[in-house]
């Protein structure tokens, strides 16, 4: 159906696009519906774009390009088997006026066509619209920078994919297109505006507009030469990179910016240079390099003529990161060996971009949390330091003698400051410590720390010295900068500082859990962490209870005060303390448990309002499991204690439905249901409907736990189960017949099956045994995975045991011909062992997923002992198949052995016969 | 069954299940999928590719397609006396070849070869544009004015030099069959301009290559070859031959081929460099595509030649031979045997410490589809000391180069026996491996990360894992991985997902195992959508 293009029409898409801006919901909603219902017929892009061009009214004017673009994003897309939701005609005319449109329009405007061109653009260039390139081209010459602009602008949001997608026919096919008919008119450009900038070198708002320009041909420069090295750009090198190196050392007045923070459009422009020559060095070394000498040179008095402020950052890391990686290549060596050159770089590249600025300081007071991401966990990618860091490796590759010795000269002057004036100069010792940090460490590890250290650096006398008088000092809350300093240098240096140093700064670490900055007691936290993993001599722990016990009381102390400083009341590096902390000490813990089972609690019940922190939650939940383990291995009585304690917050949790708890308080009661060794409690027994719930079972973060608890139920309750609940059996066997059709969770359902096998009473289950196996070999048939075949490998052996050859045999008989099923199961036998995960089975957790679901997360300290229901009496399942194959013959002599040789092939039988030989039976 | 398929809870229909009759597949036949599954070596290992698409400028090591005879005066005595001083311009020319007196014409013809034959912008388009050719092939019939038919073969050659549409005038002329008789001439210096005109049509392309062929020209030229002809003489004939090997889409006939093969073998044992050059270009022509084609080449038995000549100091037989051997490799596992069974692993090693980057990434590429190869192969490859160089390679090649010895060491990982691994690991590839996760080619960085990822599986079977972790960590590269998570192509995104989720989150070690984080899992669900699976197989490209 088509619209009109008439006035009548316009003025009503007018009306209703002006009712989509209308913040009451009862107007804007219906108009929305109305156009979603109508931009199915021909002529509506039109009417748009007519209106968007032609409208009195500005708001329209951007409301329609808005609408239009979104129309785009929608519809544009021909999706094999549905309806081509736009007309061939439509189709053709907006891509006939569209360029033209955009490079019309105010910027607005032109930004959202802009977008509609690459959409536009994705799927139909450059097959479906052969003349857009030349129409592009063609507007270079207007000589109007606002047309080129949007010009250049449109082919970077064309072009930019060629940036990270796989080489093919098809892509490189299309590159090749785009170089014939752009290389060369933007080569040109890319001259011409520079020209135009040195006759405007005057002009600030035409500097401003020409420079733009210059940032997106550079970006359009980094696009077309990523794949590979074209041969127009190899030819025309001389050209760019020329102008490229002028570019690099270019600077005017009118284009620095006040703004301290935001990159101004020189520093846009270096930066993308900085890449492209970096891109350059990367991949077409053969090519490049008779240029790199002259940008190393540039871009290095670059670095030491940029200042301090944020708003250069990205283009000093950018520049950094090129020489750090031109300096270890052999090749290169010689341009960095002179004495002369490692002093400059050392002392104007590296130190200065390694101070603690007024920027970091500022992170280190109010965002404590991202200062710690940055500092401890090394998302620092972008940052000066780590740029500069980078650079001390690369340079210390081929010249670690010569810069360890510039940089110790400087260690120690800094220091000198420090120690001149502390409360003025305290950032020279932060500088140094930095210094001495990059310098030492070659590889580092999150749980060993530093693992290979620079030999001309004594880290020992360093940390005497330097680090433990910090530490040692009584105000905890004095330089909080060179404390967090102080206890990063432990942490990262703990395998080279000797235990005795180390034992010394335990209790300081102790104490600095009380500093009032977040950054400060957070690390102490961590560092103690740290120390209580470190493994000693036999894998045992370095640290021993009782080298820590004259410190428990206070350690337990400052640990959860430290929860209550402000900031930290979720902070996942103390929770983390706390939980390693139960776990080293042990029974040293058991007097403090009422105190802290009690603080954990309310704990609990206060984060659980709304949880916003998983791994403070996580380690919670574990410290929770580590008091019960504790104390209950001591006295198993005590489990009432800790149900007293708990069960009220769980039941809240329960109610509330907490979604990112249920999974933990499910694994928490399994392991207090667990610990009981009489029959179940009547208080577990009454939650036992509720478990069956499908809503429960919808989550896929739930089934684990939920699994894991049905079993304790089993484990515990059986009989309690079939006389007083018999009722629930063909839910539990309902969730059991859910968890097997997903391939996700089947294994859950055998864990499930098998408990159910395993504990409860034959005659509970005889009616359903027969569809037990219809189900089982339903999903045999219909979708196998190994994980499938091997749990039911498992289960059939458990079955033979519980219920006996026979019992199995009748069930075959019931269902199915039985030899198939004996071949398969000498198939499964021989079947070589497979340890790869096939490609369908290994996301099928989060296909089944419908939307967010709260993940499953094991608690470590809520572990369960594996179990094996067979133990000793099945230890070869070969073996076991021969002798449950001898029962059954002895059962109905003369079926069997008839039926396996003619059922088996040549090749399952050889085996077959190889069992039987091995368990010394043969078949009646 | 679809993944998305639900159970209900309710007993009703828990007890109206349906009952069929499932089977199994027969053993052999799951084994074979769970085995082999995507490591069939003849997946790993590719010819060049049909159709090359690159932006590339054209390789300068490449052999010549087309040549013009350039000559100045002195050296050419065989017309010297009889056109002292004779100088025309072009419209003398013109009329002096289309004038009905021999002697007039001789005058113009050497005159017009002179034009085209001078060293600077000899004036091919003029003479194209003039309309001589008609003429000139026309000369090529005269057998009774031998001097006049070089005059005129010579002309026409370096007109066929010229570009494709200028080659082609030539032969829409008809110049083919002339110039293919010509080659039985009795006089040499004629039939060896012959053979140097044809040779320029048939390396214009497959169209004009097939012509020549097809005209019959390949058993006269085979006659020409004797001992007793001049060096040049059979520098031009081999060169020839070389251009009537190349070029694909389609390949020379199989006849053609198989006319040739014997006499190239001849040639290959020659002793003058030039001789050795085309010739072992002629083979890489040759070697180049289907196992079939491959098989032909190696069954002529050239192959320990070809190794020994892959030891010459001189490039230009450097060149083709490593490529011959490089394009046999290709081939299947016993073709790959006869290679190695001649030797060229031994040379191997050598050609990766070649001071030409691109010789060192020819050897790398032939030592990936060497490791593409069954684990014997590969047991071979570490015994003949090729890690070590490798290595080096990974560590301070040039790109092109270091992206070869990423697909070796990926080859290698995919098929080799966890013993072979070991080695390799210890070898000290990782280092080199992990610092070029930050290079920018999206495909490199994948294939690296499947290295990883399978290094890892097989630690983790030795109980090593955790060292393995570590030793990854140290060297930077969980560090490298976590930052590809957000890597803008969704492949690359998502194996480094994988590998931090399987291998990377903390506290296993220490007992715990933290939760998921929930922006993970959406972004895991939006990147799953793209997927395609790891990469296994090796799309082998020229090099």
């Not at chain 1, 026919?169 to 933007?186: C, H, M, R």
Request: with cysteine.
């Amino acid at each position: 159906m088509a619209m009109e293009l008439s006035d009548a029409n316009l003025q009503t898409l007018t009306e209703y696009l002006k009712k989509t801006l209308d913040p009451d919901p009862a107007i804007r909603r219906p108009a929305e519906k109305f156009l979603e219902s109508v931009e199915g017929n021909q002529n509506y892009p039109l009417l748009l774009l007519t209106l968007l061009e032609k409208s009195q009214d500005n708001v329209i004017k951007v409301c329609a390009s808005v609408t239009f673009k979104n129309y785009i994003k929608r519809n544009w897309r021909i999706v094999e088997d549905e309806p081509n939701k736009i007309c061939e005609a439509d189709r053709v005319a907006i891509k006939a006026n569209i360029v033209h449109l955009m490079l019309s329009s105010p910027e607005q405007i032109q930004k959202q066509l802009s977008d509609a061109i690459s959409i536009i653009g994705r799927e139909d260039f450059p097959q479906k619209w052969p003349d857009l390139l030349t129409e592009m081209v063609n507007r270079f010459q207007s000589g109007d920078f606002h047309v080129i602009n949007g010009v250049l602008r449109t082919a970077h949001s064309l072009f930019k994919r060629y940036r990270h997608e796989f080489k093919s026919n098809e892509l490189w096919t299309e590159i090749k297109l785009v170089l014939d008919a752009f290389a060369l008119p933007l080569t040109n450009l890319f001259k011409a505006t520079i020209e135009l900038c040195s006759t405007h070198a005057n002009d600030a708002s035409a500097l401003r507009i020409l420079f733009s320009s210059l940032i997106l041909i550079s970006k359009l420069f980094y696009s077309l030469n990523f794949q590979d090295l074209p041969e127009f750009f190899e030819d025309n090198m001389e050209t760019w990179m020329n102008n490229f190196h002028t570019l690099l050392t270019l600077d005017n007045k009118l284009l620095q910016t006040d703004d301290e923070e935001e990159a101004g459009l020189l520093e846009l422009l270096k930066s993308q240079i900085c890449d492209n020559a970096a891109l350059y060095a990367q991949k077409y070394d053969e090519e490049f390099q008779r240029y790199l000498p002259r940008f190393v040179t540039a871009i290095w008095n670059l670095l030491v003529t940029t200042g301090q402020e944020v708003k250069y950052d990205l283009l000093v890391s950018n520049a950094i990161q090129f020489l750090a990686s031109v300096c270890e290549r052999p090749h290169y060596k010689n341009l960095f060996e002179d004495q002369n050159t490692l002093t400059s770089i050392c002392e104007k590249v590296i130190v200065p971009n390694m101070e603690f600025r007024a920027a970091d300081e500022e992170a280190f007071e109010d965002n404590s949390e991202e200062y710690i991401r940055r500092d401890l966990e090394g998302s620092d990618i972008d940052t000066r330091r780590r740029a500069a860091c980078d650079l001390v490796r690369g340079l210390c590759k081929f010249f670690e003698g010569p810069v360890t010795g510039i940089f110790s000269g400087y260690v120690n002057s800094m220091l000198q400051e420090y120690a001149k004036n502390p409360s003025v100069n305290w950032k020279h010792k932060d500088a140094a410590i930095y210094l001495v940090t990059s310098l030492a460490s070659k590889a580092q590890t999150q749980k060993h720390g530093i693992t290979q250290a620079n030999e001309l650096v004594n880290l020992t006398e360093f940390f005497v010295n330097h680090i433990l008088p910090d530490l040692k000092s009584a105000n905890v809350n004095e330089f909080p900068v060179l404390k967090a300093d102080g206890i990063k240098y432990i942490m990262i240096f703990r395998n080279q500082v000797p235990k005795e140093h180390l034992l010394v700064s335990i209790p300081l670490l102790i104490n600095h859990l009380q500093a009032e900055s977040i950054v400060v007691h957070t690390y102490a936290a961590h560092a103690l962490e740290r120390l209580f993993t470190m493994r000693g001599p036999n894998n045992a722990t370095l640290f021993t209870a009782a080298e820590i016990a004259p410190f428990v009381e206070i350690l337990l102390t400052n640990l959860f005060k430290a929860l209550t400083l402000p900031g930290s009341s979720e902070n996942e590096y103390i929770m983390k303390a706390i939980m390693r902390s139960f776990s080293l000490l042990q029974e040293a813990i058991i007097p403090y448990i009422p105190t802290l089972i009690t603080q954990l609690t309310q704990k609990l019940l206060a984060v659980s309002k709304n949880p916003s922190k998983p791994h403070f939650n996580h380690y919670m939940f574990e410290a929770i499991c580590l008091s019960i383990r504790i104390t209950c291995k001591a006295n198993p009585a005590a489990v009432v204690n800790f149900e007293e304690a708990l069960f009220l917050v769980f039941t809240e949790i329960l109610q509330n439905d907490v979604q990112e708890f249920i999974p933990y308080v499910f694994q928490v009661m399994s392991l207090l249901l667990e610990t009981h060794k009489n029959d179940i409690p009547s208080s577990y027994m009454a939650l036992f409907p509720h478990l069956l719930q499908p809503v429960l079972w919808e989550r896929t973060g739930n089934i684990p736990a939920l699994v894991r608890l049905l079993q304790a139920f089993l484990e515990r309750g059986s009989n309690t189960i079939a006389s007083a609940a018999a009722d629930k059996i063909p839910g539990l066997l309902g969730v059991f017949q859910k968890l097997i059709a997903s391939k996700a969770n089947d294994h859950q359902g055998f864990y499930l099956l098998n408990s159910i096998i395993e504990h409860m009473p034959p005659e509970s289950v005889d009616q359903y045994r027969k569809q037990i196996f219809i189900l089982l070999f339903q999903r045999l048939q219909n979708s196998k995975t190994t994980k499938f075949i091997k749990s039911f490998l498992v289960f059939i052996n458990l079955y033979c045991i519980k219920y006996g050859a026979l019992a199995l045999q009748e069930i075959f008989d019931g269902i199915q011909p039985k030899t198939p099923l004996l071949q398969s199961l000498i198939g499964l036998f021989e079947l070589p062992e497979d340890d790869t995960i096939p490609d369908e089975e290994h996301f099928i957790d989060i296909e089944d997923t419908p939307g967010y679901q709260t993940a499953f997360s094991q608690l470590a300290f809520a572990g369960k002992k594996e179990h094996d229901p067979v133990g000793q009496m099945v230890n070869n399942p070969k073996i076991h198949l021969a002798q449950s194959l001898h029962k059954l013959s002895t059962a109905c002599p003369g079926r069997v052995p008839s039926m396996v040789s003619t059922s088996l092939n040549a090749e399952a039988l050889q085996y077959l016969q190889g069992y039987l030989q091995a368990a010394s039976v043969t078949l009646l | 069954m679809s993944q998305r398929a639900r159970a209900s809870l309710s007993p009703a229909l828990w007890l109206t299940v349906p009952v069929n009759m499932p089977t199994l597949d027969a053993p052999e036949e799951r084994l074979r999928k769970f085995k082999y599954r995507g490591k069939d070596a003849s997946m790993r290992r590719q010819q060049r590719m049909a159709v090359s698409l690159e932006l590339r400028k054209a390789k300068k090591d490449e052999q010549a397609l087309k040549r013009r005879n350039i000559t100045n005066v002195s050296s050419d005595p065989a017309s010297e006396q009889l056109t002292k001083g004779v100088s025309l311009n072009l419209q003398e020319i013109i009329n002096g070849v289309n004038a009905s007196d021999p002697d007039l014409c001789f005058q113009a013809t050497q005159a017009a070869r002179k034009m085209l034959s001078r060293e600077r912008n000899p004036p091919l388009k003029l003479i194209v544009e003039a309309g001589l050719i008609p003429r000139l092939v026309e000369f090529l019939k005269s057998s009774l004015h031998p001097c006049l038919q070089f005059e005129a073969a010579w002309a026409l050659t370096n007109i066929a030099s010229g570009t494709s549409e200028q080659t082609q005038a030539v032969v829409e002329s008809g110049a083919i069959q002339p110039l293919v008789e010509l080659l039985s001439s009795p006089h040499m210096t004629v039939c060896e301009q012959a053979v140097w005109a044809l040779g320029n049509i048939a390396g214009d392309g497959p169209e004009f290559r097939d012509l020549v062929i097809s005209s019959n020209a390949i058993p006269h030229l085979l006659a020409l070859v004797s001992s007793t002809i001049p060096i040049t003489f059979l520098r031009n004939i081999t060169w020839t031959l070389s251009n009537l090997c190349r070029n694909k889409s389609p390949y020379p006939c199989k006849k053609a081929v198989k006319q040739m093969l014997p006499v190239l073998f001849h040639l290959l044992q020659h002793e003058d460099g030039e001789v050795l050059s085309d010739t072992c270009w002629a083979l890489s022509y040759l070697s180049d595509g289907c196992n079939e084609r491959i098989g032909q080449v190696v069954d002529t038995g050239v192959l320990p030649r070809l190794v020994q000549l892959m030891t010459s100091s001189e490039l230009n037989i450097l060149t083709p031979s490593l490529r011959t051997v490089g394009n046999i490799v290709t081939g299947t596992d016993h073709q790959t045997q006869v290679a190695i069974d001649a030797g060229i692993l031994n040379v191997l090693p050598q050609l990766l410490m070649h001071p030409r980057s691109s010789i060192q990434k020819e050897a790398a590429w032939a030592l990936s589809n060497v490791a593409a190869g069954p684990c014997q192969h590969i047991q071979q490859l570490i015994a003949c000391g090729t890690l070590p160089p490798l290595v080096a390679l990974l560590k301070n090649g040039e790109f092109k180069v270091q992206k070869e010895a990423v697909w070796t060491v990926a080859n290698f990982t995919t098929g080799g026996t966890i013993d072979q691994l070991i080695q390799l690991v210890h070898s000290g590839v990782l280092e080199p491996l992990v610092n070029l996760l930050t290079i920018q080619d999206p495909k490199i960085v994948t294939i690296i990360l499947d290295v990883i990822s399978l290094i890892l599986k097989a630690a983790e079977k030795l109980s090593e894992k955790e060292n393995m972790c570590l030793l990854i960590e140290e060297i930077g590269g969980v560090d490298k991985i976590e930052a590809l998570q957000l890597h803008e192509n969704p492949q690359v995104a998502l194996t480094a997902l994988n590998i931090i989720e399987n291998h990377f989150c903390e506290g296993e070690e220490n007992g715990t195992i933290l939760p998921a984080l929930d922006q993970d899992c959406e972004y895991l669900n939006h990147l799953t959508k793209n997927y395609q699976g790891p990469t296994t197989s090796k799309p082998r490209t020229t090099p």
